[in-house]
């Protein structure tokens, strides 16, 4: 059996760069999604901009993969249900057995946790990809109902024993997991004071986006300092989304120079260069390539690109000696249509199989590095994370690092959020705003 299963996971990675257990859970979102799909079609579900609300604190759940009829308004009836991170393993906290995003609390926060009543998260592009069935660690450590959202801000309500935070204050954090939510448990350690002079609404669009960002510089080898190599040049794909208009700051920050923002509508120009790209490459109006080669003609020491199979094997080729280039995304894979149709999963499919493949051997030859990651798999890394966060608290208060670009929508309508970021043309970071907003 062992041997079989050896087989089955080379053949998976031979064809799609996947295990076998991937593979298994990616055909599941395409089954779930495409019931889905035909249930639409039907009339049976009706997908909806706006969610009803069914109580007073609630939190948003997706019941399974789908498009925006999967969200639904869970109630939170008392003060002792939370949502919580997949992290969050006390064993005073008793997860439902409707939904593992949903936990009671008995006896309160535990030992190092605050309840957090929030006033405003963000929406990430991967949220979407939570929502089809994609985002692996969803799958792997909540399932299905899950409350997505990985960043907020809010007051602090409740605490457990030894916390480092106390009951009313302001902070913004990191959940692995239930951000979209009025009522959450996070430990200590992910919580941090709002910087002064920064709205509820910019706080809880920095998290995910900074850490994010911070880390493809720490793996390009250019943060915490630059490196010895001559070349200084970075190359933002999507600069003028979340984590690369954070990307185009904190490489300013730290003295990278050129800096080439890629953007792909004329709309998204002038934010970059106010965010302090040199060069800003509009993709709908020239060639992307000749005009990287232009702003930076010996190549580039990073490159940054969540953009998958429309630019990765051009990204590598236009690195330097020593070029690293680092993936965090894959986003044209993935269609900008709210509900993924059977045509939409065959061009996923065609898109995993033109994926490109990088020889060791031109590596080594070439000097060159790639590098990926998801954060989403690091819970367990809390010293890495307070460090991210020193430094990107630190930028924020020297005002090297900001949020200007901030579209808010209501929790009610969140789905028209997911609308936005998937269509390609937002611009900065999406927040959705509690009933708690105001208080």
Request: proline letters at 6%; aromatic letters at 8%; charged letters at 15%.
């Amino acid at each position: 059996m062992s041997r079989l299963t050896s087989r089955l996971d080379d053949l998976c990675v031979a064809l799609t760069g996947q295990d076998a257990v991937v593979v298994y859970h990616q055909l599941q979102a395409i089954a779930a999604n495409v019931i889905s799909w035909l249930l639409v079609l039907l009339r049976v579900r009706v997908p909806a901009l706006r969610l009803g609300r069914k109580g007073a604190d609630s939190a948003v759940l997706v019941l399974s993969p789908g498009g925006f009829e999967r969200f639904a308004l869970e109630p939170l009836p008392v003060e002792s249900v939370v949502t919580v991170g997949y992290n969050v393993t006390a064993p005073t906290v008793e997860r439902l057995p409707t939904c593992n995003s949903l936990a009671r609390l008995p006896d309160g926060p535990p030992p190092g946790h605050a309840i957090v009543r929030i006033k405003a998260f963000s929406v990430n592009y991967a949220d979407v990809t939570i929502r089809w069935g994609l985002y692996e660690s969803a799958i792997k450590y909540v399932g299905y109902p899950i409350c997505p959202g990985f960043d907020l801000a809010g007051v602090v309500e409740r605490v457990g024993p030894g916390a480092s935070v106390q009951e009313g204050d302001t902070v913004v954090g990191i959940t692995f997991f239930g951000a979209y939510s009025e009522r959450v448990l996070v430990p200590c350690h992910q919580l941090f004071a709002v910087p002064k002079g920064m709205s509820i609404a910019q706080a809880a669009a920095l998290p995910s986006v900074s850490g994010t960002a911070l880390h493809a510089l720490a793996l390009a080898g250019l943060w915490p300092s630059l490196p010895a190599s001559r070349n200084r040049a970075v190359l933002v794909h999507s600069a003028a989304g979340g984590v690369g208009s954070m990307l185009v700051q904190m490489a300013k920050a730290i003295g990278c120079h050129p800096i080439v923002a890629v953007v792909g509508a004329s709309h998204k120009v002038a934010a970059c260069e106010a965010l302090g790209a040199t060069a800003v490459i509009d993709k709908s109006k020239e060639d992307l390539w000749s005009a990287a080669s232009k702003a930076a003609p010996g190549g580039y020491c990073a490159i940054f690109d969540a953009n998958g199979v429309q630019t990765l094997a051009r990204s590598y080729s236009a690195l330097a000696q020593t070029g690293t280039l680092v993936i965090y995304g894959f986003h044209t894979n993935l269609p900008t249509s709210s509900m993924l149709n059977p045509l939409a999963w065959v061009r996923m499919l065609v898109g995993i199989l033109r994926m490109p493949r990088f020889d060791p051997m031109d590596l080594v030859l070439s000097s060159k590095s790639v590098a990926g990651f998801n954060l989403s798999f690091f819970a367990d890394e809390t010293r890495m994370v307070g460090r991210y966060f020193e430094q990107i608290l630190g930028w924020v208060e020297d005002g090297s690092l900001a949020l200007s670009n901030v579209t808010t929508f209501p929790m009610d309508e969140l789905p028209r959020a997911h609308e936005a970021i998937q269509s390609g043309q937002s611009v900065g970071k999406l927040v959705c705003l509690t009933r708690h907003a105001g208080d």
